[in-house]
């Protein structure tokens, strides 16, 4: 077959990371020796708790792969977040939990569900070849799950997220509670990073009906600490909105403990945020009380709005 890169999204997040760990290992037990793990940006530092836990590297990290290569995606399927040149590669399997944006002029292997993370699929799929889970792909699989679903506490959070936590749990031998608290308060320093950098954590560009927008979401167990950096993330906001043309940028600013978001919206259709939640911006922000989830209580309900 052949070499075939695993990868997931941009802007790499816990997910992404050891889904792609973790496909690699299944293609491999499947009998395609040649699958890699790969990655297309640098761990952030939730990530980089996880595999510092495990004692493991992260996987290669590409910024592209030849035309007509073999590779699999995980934890995306839209082009926008991926290699550049993912229409003159051959697609050999997606895994996800988003919605579709991906079309193809020949089938694949597509497994999505609406569950609250990639690896509970990918649990799934381990369960039903009868792949043996061992403790290191248990924590992979475990630590995404509390990462996605801010450890169950999320809307995305299914009952089928829940099982595989509890399970994935008993197998790595983890409370998964207080592991997934320290792993998930890992991943809210930000003394290390640069303005731009906190803004490109997790960014995903989204449009919002003919509403062209970037929502940024970082997580905090205090968002009062954020907040001291409201000048600079604004000044470099508007450089973003007038480099990409920008609508709207939204940056959420999750509460981990207390499970809402600050939200600092700017451009030209930021009244769409007072619209869809009721609220009122004021100093171009407001609380965004139990809003957690941005696939689920932002996509939706923004675009409705729009």
Do not use: W
């Not at 630590?143 to 450890?151: C, E, M, V």
């Not at 449009?207 to 970082?218: G, M, P, S």
């Amino acid at each position: 077959m052949g070499k075939t890169y695993i990868f997931g999204h941009k802007n790499p997040d816990t997910d992404t990371i050891t889904s792609s760990l973790v496909m690699a290992n299944f293609e491999q037990k499947l009998g395609n020796t040649e699958a890699v793990a790969c990655r297309l940006g640098n761990p952030n530092k939730e990530t980089e708790y996880v595999l510092n836990y495990l004692g493991i590297e992260a996987p290669k990290l590409i910024e592209s792969v030849e035309d007509g290569a073999n590779v699999i995606l995980v934890d995306h399927n839209s082009p926008k977040e991926s290699i550049d040149n993912l229409e003159n590669v051959n697609i050999l399997k997606v895994v996800d939990h988003h919605k579709l944006a991906l079309e193809t002029s020949y089938p694949l292997f597509y497994r999505a569900e609406a569950v609250g993370c990639t690896e509970t699929v990918m649990y799934k799929l381990y369960r039903e070849n009868g792949i043996e889970i061992d403790k290191k792909i248990a924590t992979l699989m475990l630590s995404a799950i509390i990462s996605d679903t801010l450890l169950l506490k999320s809307p995305t959070c299914t009952n089928e997220d829940v099982k595989a936590v509890k399970e994935l749990a008993e197998i790595a031998g983890i409370n998964y509670e207080e592991y997934g608290l320290e792993m998930l308060k890992a991943g809210t320093d930000l003394s290390s990073f640069s303005i731009d950098e906190i803004l490109h954590l997790d960014a995903k560009a989204i449009d919002f009906k003919n509403v062209k927008a970037v929502v940024n979401q970082v997580n905090t167990a205090d968002i009062s600490d954020v907040m001291k950096m409201k000048v600079d993330l604004e000044a470099r906001m508007n450089e973003i909105i007038n480099e990409e043309g920008l609508d709207l940028f939204m940056l959420l600013i999750t509460d981990i403990i207390n499970s809402n978001s600050q939200v600092i919206a700017l451009g030209k259709s930021a009244s769409l945020v007072e619209k869809s939640y009721g609220v009122k911006l004021e100093d171009n922000t407001a609380l965004l009380k139990g809003v957690v989830s941005r696939k689920k209580q932002v996509v939706p309900i923004m675009t409705e709005n729009a």
